[in-house]
């Protein structure tokens, strides 16, 4: 699978730029597709570093901390194609619709943002079609290429925002209308290590207006899928990543196994 990026094109992503998408296995036939929205924390040049502080693009509000080492060694494990995405949330969250606020987040965790203050429409239609758009045709190149019964994104979260409840969950898996996978990831997780605290719909939900693969994506082509929220505590060695991409890809597996 070829995708163009056509930089002569850009406006906003130049040659020092990484192009927005990297794929893994781009031609393999797996039933399975893999998507990591948040696995990068570049930024163009152009904006400058959207004037944040030295250090707040390494932290959860920058990106999935570990999403990307954790998602490569599930689609190794599966021998799946991954799309990623390498720009940092903060520029544009690929998982949000465009019309969303927090599609280019003026705050994130209170941390003001503020290169994203004041934009022009124009400014917004840059970062949309030069970051957003050639992701998202990704996933239609990803869904085109061949067959797949199944579509899993990977994400991870912080276990406390600034000033909230510290959340309890080690992973969370989110659905909304495929409930029975949601469960059967859990429930292939909880059986192998009966000590991790996961939930269902936590600690996150999906719906129209704060999501983007679910309702564009996935439920319209009556996949099996869910959005997989690991916590970054969990991801933070080598030892650990390796452990969460196994429960993982025994999960898909086992759920694919029956699809």
């Known amino acids: 699978m070829e995708l163009g990026f056509d930089m002569a094109r850009q406006t906003l992503i130049t040659n020092g730029d990484p192009a927005p998408v990297e794929w893994v296995n781009p031609d393999s036939n797996s039933p399975v597709l893999l998507l990591c929205e948040h ?6 040049a152009q904006l400058g570093g959207l004037g944040l502080q030295e250090g ?63 934009l022009e429409a124009q400014e917004r239609l840059d ?33 406390q925002m600034q000033g909230g409840t510290r959340r309890k969950w080690d992973a969370g898996f989110l659905c909304r209308r495929d409930l029975a996978a949601a469960e059967a990831l859990m429930g292939s997780l909880s059986r192998r290590h009966p000590d ?49 991409a196994k429960m993982i890809a025994d999960a898909i597996q086992d759920l694919v196994a029956v699809a």
């Open 39 to 44: 696995a990068g924390q570049a930024i163009p």
């Open 56 to 118: 707040a693009v390494d932290k959860h509000i920058g990106w999935d901390i570990g999403a990307e080492p954790l998602s490569r060694r599930v689609a190794e494990k599966l021998s799946a194609p991954l799309i990623l995405q390498r720009y940092s949330r903060l520029v544009v969250d690929c998982n949000r619709p465009p019309e969303a606020e927090g599609f280019i987040p003026p705050i994130s965790d209170q941390c003001v943002i503020p290169g994203n203050q004041h």
């Open 127 to 159: 970062r949309k079609r030069e970051i957003f758009d050639p992701l998202d045709a990704a996933i239609r190149e990803g869904f085109d290429y061949s067959p797949r019964k199944a579509a899993f994104s990977i994400h991870t979260y912080t276990r």
């Open 196 to 244: 991790l605290t996961m939930e269902v719909n936590q600690p996150y939900q999906i719906d129209d207006t704060s999501d983007w693969f679910i309702p564009v994506h996935a439920e319209p082509r009556g996949l099996r899928h869910t959005l997989i929220e690991v916590c970054n505590d969990q991801v933070q060695t080598e030892t650990q990543i390796e452990l969460w």
